[in-house]
């Protein structure tokens, strides 16, 4: 599955983005998808996952309650909103999809085939 992901861009602190993760492929309901980041000199990192039915999303501790991650199959989209942003939010953004059902985590999606990444950066 070939994914593409959009929506970046420079915010000011306490603002908003919405990423998207699209593809043409029919086949996308049968992967979860998850977003990762990765800031300069650091590792990737897990951000939110959902499974194929949009069920019971994970969320890594340092974006609960401030990320919301949903799907939508019918147009093979999977969003992330982003509120409350901070400049340590600021990081290249990728989706990825999983043929596992979850849940998911930091240690936790396996196979994953990666989009191309969106730039995040939130100024203070």
């Known amino acids: 599955v070939q994914l593409q992901a959009s929506g970046g861009g420079l915010v000011q602190a306490g603002g908003s983005l919405r990423l998207s993760c699209a593809t043409s492929?029919?086949?996308?309901?049968?992967?979860?998808i998850g977003w990762f980041r990765q800031a300069p000199g650091k590792e990737r990192e897990f951000v939110a996952a959902?499974?194929?039915?949009?069920?019971?999303?994970d969320y890594s501790n340092l974006v609960k309650g401030r990320f919301t991650i949903s799907r939508d199959n019918a147009n093979n989209v999977v969003s992330l909103q982003m509120n409350s942003l901070k400049p340590e939010d600021t990081a290249v953004y990728f989706c990825?999809?999983?043929?596992?059902?979850?849940?998911?985590?930091?240690?936790?999606?396996?196979?994953?085939?990666w989009g191309q990444g969106t730039q995040v950066t939130v100024s203070s």
């Open positions: 990825a999809a999983s043929p596992s059902s979850g849940p998911y985590s930091q240690a936790y999606f396996p196979l994953p085939v």
């Open positions: 959902i499974n194929w039915s949009g069920g019971n999303p």
């Open positions: 492929e029919r086949t996308f309901s049968r992967y979860g």
